[in-house]
């Protein structure tokens, strides 16, 4: 702030210790009355007094400032209190834009202040700093209406819980009585069937009884009819045969009532479990109403908590936003006066830069005028000195526009007279010559090396062409003696794989018929071959139509003609006998038996017969410890079981 007077030290300590307790900033304060220097000032030179001289001040605060202004200079420029400074170490001079030189410090730069633009982006700043403060109590706002929300909720599951424990007390109650009533049933089951089964034993022991005196009837029967004589006393048989049914009846009887009294109490013990679980369950849905009333319990606290704390935070936020708005108050107080002056300053600066902006256009271009301008006789003076070797001062001597202009000789050869320079004549003559110059187009001083070298590329390519041809020729020759060959060799194939196939397939199917043709006979290098069988007993000859091993059979037939015309050293067959039975499979062994005495057969195959056949047996075993081996047995070297 702006230096204030006082009349004593006293009085500014008592004002420093004011802003210190009252955080007021900081503040500059001048004392009256100081005590006047005595000591002398050097002299100065022209152009440069000292800033004491220059300052008007009152009479009392005269020594407080010449106490400041000790031995400092006021100087126009820089370079002035430079030199100064250089010849007098003890001066200090000031410029007057405010630059500060001595001896030993420099102090200097810009010496603006904060501008309009500045204060108004603070105000913004304070501003969008209050609407913040109005957005975060907004949002506190609502986050405790949220909150209260949430603890009613909380609330209300809690009730609802409460409810429910008090409901399953009250079903836990009925469940209990009811438990003791089935109770008292089991017991009394239990006693029916304890006395049932002690009726039981006792039917049990009647029975034994009426057994034994049944068999000792019987055996008194016995010996009546051995001794018929006597007449048997029937009514005691009468009697003990009434005992004997009355003791099954009670038997039957008691054993009705043991299964009744058993499926009751299996019923009962059934229903006891039942109840046992549903209490069970109850007991636990209790526990758990109790542990979510609890947690309930412990959300309405923090709830009540958030509450409070949200309720301080409030109290805070709105004392903050007062402060605030007061603070935008005063703001908004000292900005009328600055935003009318900002105005007029914005203003000034927008014509000062339209006139800126003008006279540097201007500038500009008359700058990129003369460049140009300089550029283009540059140019021109380089052209003339590159394409007729002559200076530009000589050019506008001898051919200057002050100088007649010769012309070409009329029709009949005579000279025609000079005429004056005309420029817009002479430009046109100009464009008509540059025209016709451009028709002859440019001299190529290498023409006649560059046809040399054409003359050579083109006999050589004409070389290298009658090479290619004759070249061209020796392998069509090639080709056509290649052709031949190929097609005598495949003729010769053919007729034996022909002949071949014809003795295997009557082999292969007795009673059929089949043959192989040719698609193109006329042209044996392009033409298919097409295989017709008809097993005996079928009408077709299209393979698609023969059934899954009769088609298999046919391969096999065509690879074993194949193999008769153009013979092998050995053949590898991977199970070519899977869809063939057994009638087919004997006629193909037949066949591995006549190949075998000219080629070697690896056969892979599954067949038990085509095993018999071979010499040697090769197979793959798993081992018991999971590891797969090989195994081979000579059929020559096994000895028969």
Same mark, same amino acid.
């Given at each position: ?185 089991? $017991? %009394?089951?239990? @006693?029916? +069937?304890?006395? *049932? =089964?002690?009726?039981?034993? &006792?039917?049990? /022991?009647? !029975?034994?009884? #009426? ?54 109490? $299996? %019923?009962?013990? @059934?229903? +006891?479990?039942? *109840? =046992?679980?549903?209490?069970? &369950?109850?007991? /636990?849905? !209790?526990?758990? #109403? ?74 500009? !271009? ?276």
């Amino acid at each position: 702030s702006d230096a204030v007077v006082v009349e004593s030290a006293e009085r500014a300590v008592g004002a420093i210790e004011h802003l210190k307790t009252e955080d007021l900033g900081r503040a500059g304060l001048l004392l009256g009355g100081s005590p006047e220097e005595t000591g002398g000032w050097p002299a100065l030179p022209a152009g440069a007094e000292y800033a004491l001289d220059v300052v008007e001040c009152q009479p009392v605060l005269r020594p407080a400032v010449a106490r400041l202004l000790d031995k400092v200079a006021v100087v126009e420029d820089l370079a002035t209190a430079r030199a100064l400074a250089a010849a007098n170490p003890e001066v200090t001079a000031v410029t007057r834009e405010g630059d500060l030189i001595g001896a030993h410090f420099a102090s200097g730069g810009s010496s603006s202040v904060p501008s309009l633009i500045e204060v108004q982006a603070a105000v913004d700043e304070a501003t969008a700093q209050l609407a913040e403060a109005h957005a975060v109590s907004e949002r506190a706002t609502f986050e405790t209406s949220r909150l209260e929300a949430e603890r009613l909720a909380a609330q209300k599951r809690v009730d609802v819980a409460l409810a429910k424990l008090h409901e399953s007390d009250a079903t836990l109650a009925a469940v209990a009585e009811e438990l003791g009533q089935f109770g008292a049933q089991s $017991r %009394a089951a239990r @006693g029916e +069937a304890e006395r *049932l =089964l002690a009726a039981v034993e &006792q039917a049990q /022991e009647a !029975r034994e009884n #009426a057994v034994a005196g049944l068999a000792e009837l019987e055996e008194r029967l016995a010996m009546a009819e051995e001794d018929p004589e006597d007449e048997p006393d029937l009514s005691v048989r009468d009697g003990l045969a009434q005992a004997a049914r009355d003791a099954r009846q009670r038997e039957m009887d008691a054993r009705l009532a043991l299964r009744t009294s058993e499926e009751r109490a $299996r %019923a009962l013990a @059934g229903r +006891a479990d039942g *109840l =046992l679980r549903a209490a069970r &369950q109850e007991r /636990e849905q !209790r526990a758990k #109403a109790a542990a979510r009333r609890e947690q309930m319990r412990r959300e309405g606290e923090a709830a009540r908590a958030v509450g409070t704390a949200v309720a301080y935070a409030l109290d805070r936020l709105e004392v903050s936003v007062q402060q605030a708005a007061r603070a935008r108050t005063e703001i908004e107080e000292s900005r009328a006066g600055r935003e009318q002056a900002l105005r007029e300053c914005r203003s000034l600066l927008r014509n000062l830069g339209k006139e800126l902006e003008e006279l540097v256009n201007s500038v500009h !271009r008359d700058e990129m005028a003369r460049a140009q301008q300089r550029m283009r006789i540059e140019q021109l003076e380089e052209r003339i000195l590159e394409e007729l070797g002559l200076d530009a001062e000589a050019i506008v001597k001898d051919y200057g526009p002050d100088q007649l202009v010769p012309q070409h000789p009329d029709e009949d050869g005579n000279e025609r007279e000079p005429i004056p320079y005309v420029r817009a004549e002479q430009a046109k003559r100009l464009k008509i010559a540059e025209k016709n110059l451009r028709a002859l187009g440019k001299v190529n001083p290498l023409a006649l090396e560059e046809f040399a070298a054409m003359e050579e590329r083109h006999k050589f390519l004409t070389e290298q062409l009658e090479d290619l041809k004759q070249t061209r020729k020796d392998l069509l020759d090639i080709v056509k003696e290649v052709d031949n060959r190929v097609e005598q060799v495949f003729t010769e194939a053919w007729e034996d794989v022909r002949v071949a196939f014809d003795h295997v397939f009557a082999r292969l199917f007795p009673g059929g018929e089949g043959r192989l043709v040719l698609t193109d006979p006329d042209n044996m290098l392009t033409t298919g071959i097409e295989v017709e069988a008809r097993p005996p007993g079928k009408k077709v000859k299209r393979l698609s139509l023969l059934s899954g091993g009769e088609r298999s059979l046919v391969a096999v037939a065509f690879l074993v003609s194949l193999f008769k015309a153009r013979p092998s050293p050995f053949y590898i067959l991977d199970e070519v006998e899977a869809a063939l039975d057994d009638t087919n499979l004997g006629r193909l062994l037949e066949i591995y038996e006549e190949l075998r005495e000219s080629s070697q057969l690896l056969v892979i195959t599954h067949q038990k017969r085509t095993m018999e056949v071979g010499d040697a047996l090769y197979g793959v075993t798993m081992r018991g410890d999971g590891v797969t081996t090989v195994i081979s047995q000579r059929l020559r070297d096994a000895q028969p079981a």
